[in-house]
């Protein structure tokens, strides 16, 4: 079965750091670029980032660009988002999610994870 | 920023009905849109690619039409469980960008 798993969501101050990862499982991990979307308490989807499945790109909304870095494992099928100088604004689920297609960057996202929850206050 | 503009906002029919929800971009995005399903406390889930193209394990009464600008997701026969906020995304360009939702109740 293909499976996302995501933590290390918890509370922290504003311009804190944190990190959180997500453990894949259930497919070839490195054919697929990941990403990071999140979701405001009640609000909409607002994507966060994405790597290309052998790591050597990395693509950033504005809201985040310079603070967040995205990252992977693949020895360890594990996908990272480092987060820092954080703001209440980024108060949000954080769901993990795989790429359709293999080797696409921009793609549609066919497996979501249940997402880990970062509070800033 | 392409900018993905859902409508209605809510959209409340019986079980049967036909529902037709209607995304619209600030920009051609060609076929590269996709229509997600998320119901309260999931994740989303993924409907529909490339416009037209259902994922796996989509009943047929889910279907998707459009191209460029404008884009539409039908749900044939409403059910109790079709009751989600549907977002749609696009994948044309960065950053990749969502709609805001439409809301689908269920009398």
């Known amino acids: 079965e293909v499976q996302l798993v995501e933590s290390g969501g918890e509370l922290v101050q504003p311009g804190g750091s944190l990190r959180v990862s997500c453990a894949a499982s259930?497919?070839?991990?490195?054919?697929?670029?990941l990403n990071w979307v999140r979701q405001a308490p009640g609000r909409g989807l607002e994507w966060v980032s994405t790597i290309r499945g052998d790591g050597g790109a990395a693509y950033y909304a504005d809201s985040v660009q310079g603070r967040f870095t995205i990252s992977r494992d693949n020895s360890r099928n594990t996908l990272y988002l480092q987060m820092n100088s954080l703001r209440a604004e980024d108060t949000a689920l954080y769901y993990c999610?795989?790429?359709?297609?293999?080797?696409?960057?921009?793609?549609?996202?066919?497996?979501w994870g249940r997402g880990t929850m970062v509070t800033v206050s | 920023e392409i900018v993905l503009t859902q409508s209605p906002a809510t959209l409340s029919l019986s079980p049967g009905q036909r529902a037709t929800l209607s995304c619209r971009a600030s920009h051609s995005v060609s076929d590269y849109l996709a229509w997600y399903q998320q119901k309260p406390g999931q994740a989303p889930r993924l409907l529909i690619y490339d416009a037209s193209n259902r994922a796996t394990g989509i009943p047929a009464r889910f279907s998707g039409s459009g191209s460029a600008t404008d884009f539409t997701l039908t749900i044939s026969r409403l059910e109790p469980g079709d009751s989600a906020v549907y977002y749609c995304?696009?994948?044309?360009?960065?950053?990749?960008?969502f709609g805001q939702g439409t809301k689908v109740e269920i009398k």
């Open positions: 259930g497919f070839t991990f490195d054919a697929y670029a």
């Open positions: 999610a795989k790429s359709r297609t293999i080797a696409a960057r921009l793609d549609a996202f066919d497996i």
């Open positions: 995304q696009q994948r044309a360009n960065w950053p990749l960008t």
